[in-house]
């Protein structure tokens, strides 16, 4: 069933919801070997250093694009969460255009209240929900990135194969 939000666009959107709604699994070949990328984001959330996070997360999707062969993503971790009225935001994506090259995600690794490093949890969701605006354009071909059920089922499939998984596999060790 679409969001509320599908009345309300042009008949050309909608197309691209629908196309959007029935993708549900990111498919990749062998999660196993992002496996040690990902810990490795956990390792950094925990120096609370930004460049440490920074370079784990560009090395994490770095081999996420070329497990995926679409174009490289720049990541940009920033500090304390933007927040107003309506909440915090947790992190942007940005499409290659004109004047951008190369695509761009923004994380925030701080709560904007707090100033605490956020959750390893809630960093990976946030970190997998910008990239798949990625996987939108550059796998799936889609002309705009909407949040649809297929979006988020394509989030928490990456979710389930590297953080669930690699949690189970992390805790083995």
Not at 21 to 28: A, E, G, T
Not at 52 to 69: C, F, G, K
Not at 132 to 144: G, K, S, T
Request: charged content about 25%; overall charge positive.
């Amino acid at each position: 069933m679409p969001y509320s939000y599908y009345r309300r666009l042009p008949a050309k959107d909608k197309k691209i919801y629908r196309a959007s709604d029935k993708i549900s699994n990111v498919p990749l070949k062998d999660s196993n070997k992002l496996l040690p990328y990902v810990w490795d984001v956990q390792s950094a959330l925990k120096t609370k250093e930004k460049t440490n996070v920074l370079r784990a997360s560009q090395t994490l999707t770095n081999q996420l694009t070329l497990q995926l062969e679409i174009p490289p993503i720049k990541i940009k971790v920033l500090t304390s969460r933007p927040h107003n009225n309506y909440g915090e935001l947790h992190g942007l994506y940005e499409p290659i255009s004109p004047k951008k090259k190369v695509a761009e995600i923004s994380v925030w690794m701080l709560t904007a209240k707090r100033k605490q490093v956020v959750a390893f949890k809630t960093y990976m969701r946030t970190l997998f929900h910008e990239f798949c605006h990625h996987l939108d354009y550059e796998l799936y071909r889609l002309e705009d990135s909407f949040h649809t059920e297929g979006f988020f089922k394509r989030e928490s499939s990456l979710y389930k194969q590297l953080v669930s998984a690699g949690m189970r596999e992390y805790e083995i060790h």
